[in-house]
């Protein structure tokens, strides 16, 4: 199963590599400079458009991550590892737990201080 953001970017990686180029882009100038053939190709155009994807992603991504951290008073470590710490539900079900405490008590989320899911 994989998620929205591995559909469209391939993957956090990716995303990664593309945000750290996202001030490489092509310039958009239609025309000659210094005796050089200057335009942008589609390929270029492309590539560019991609780039500014995966910056918006991330920008998302990091205010869906201060918004969870102010909720539940924890830090969530780095922006570029949120979807990982959301996949086992935990910090899920502390954000359920602030909106609906009656519903989703903190004694019943299982593993509440994330000992299983450390690496060894």
């Known amino acids: 199963e994989t998620d929205g953001s591995t559909q469209l970017f391939g993957g956090v990686s990716n995303v990664r590599a593309k945000a750290q180029n996202i001030h490489d882009t092509p310039?958009?100038?239609d025309g000659e400079e210094n005796?050089?053939?200057?335009?942008v190709t589609a390929d270029n155009m492309d590539e560019a458009r991609q780039q500014n994807m995966a910056?918006?992603?991330?920008?998302?991504?990091?205010?869906?991550k201060n918004w969870i951290e102010a909720c539940i008073t924890e830090d969530l470590g780095p922006t570029m590892d949120i979807e990982e710490a959301l996949r086992n539900g935990v910090i899920l079900a502390k954000l359920?737990?602030?909106f609906a405490p009656?519903?989703?008590p903190e004694r019943r989320i299982y593993d509440s201080?994330?000992?299983r899911f450390k690496l060894r």
């Open 27 to 29: 310039r958009f100038y």
């Open 35 to 39: 005796g050089v053939d200057d335009r």
């Open 55 to 64: 910056y918006e992603y991330l920008c998302h991504l990091e205010e869906a």
């Open 96 to 98: 359920g737990n602030y």
């Open 102 to 104: 009656d519903v989703v």
């Open 113 to 115: 201080d994330l000992e």
